[in-house]
Nanobody
Framework: QVQLVESGGGLVQPGGSLRLSCAVS????????IGWFRRTPRKEFEGVSC????????YYPDSVKGRFTISRDNAKNTVYLHMTALKLEDTAVYYC????????????????WGQGTQVTVSS
C-alpha cells in the first residue's frame, strides 16, 4: 500500500523556519521524483519544491526560491522541505507527492499524494 505521510507543520512567526518531512512507504523512493505542493486559504494551489529521484534536478518557483530547500534521504524513505524566512503568504496546507518522472512541479505528473500538514505563519 502506497503511503506518503507529512509531518512537521505548525505555527511559526514571520521570519521563522520549519522543516517538513514526508515519510513514504509501499514504493521504492529512489525511483520517484518527489514534490511539495501547497493549498492556501484562498484555495490557490502551487508546487513549491520538486526534486528528481537522483537529486540531479530541482525546481522552485520564484515565490519560494532562496527560502525553501528540498532534500531527500532515500535510505530513510524520507523527503524534507526546509523552509526559512517564512512569510504570512506561506500559510497553507503542504502536501508531498510522488511522480515517476521529473516534470518540474506539474501537478498532473504526480500519482501519489499525502494528506497534508498545516503550516500557519502568524505573529
Amino acid at each position: 500500500q502506497v503511503q506518503l505521510v507529512e509531518s512537521g507543520g505548525g505555527l511559526v512567526q514571520p521570519g521563522g523556519s520549519l522543516r517538513l518531512s514526508c515519510a513514504v512507504s509501499g514504493f521504492i523512493l529512489d525511483h520517484y521524483t518527489i514534490g511539495w505542493f501547497r493549498r492556501t486559504p484562498r484555495k490557490e494551489f502551487e508546487g513549491v519544491s520538486c526534486i528528481s529521484n537522483t537529486e540531479s534536478s530541482t525546481y522552485y518557483p520564484d515565490s519560494v526560491k532562496g527560502r525553501f530547500t528540498i532534500s531527500r534521504d532515500n535510505a530513510k524513505n524520507t523527503v524534507y522541505l526546509h523552509m526559512t524566512a517564512l512569510k504570512l503568504e506561506d500559510t497553507a496546507v503542504y502536501y508531498c507527492a510522488a511522480s515517476p518522472v521529473f516534470n518540474r512541479c506539474i501537478e498532473e505528473s504526480y500519482d501519489y499524494w499525502g494528506q497534508g500538514t498545516q503550516v500557519t505563519v502568524s505573529s
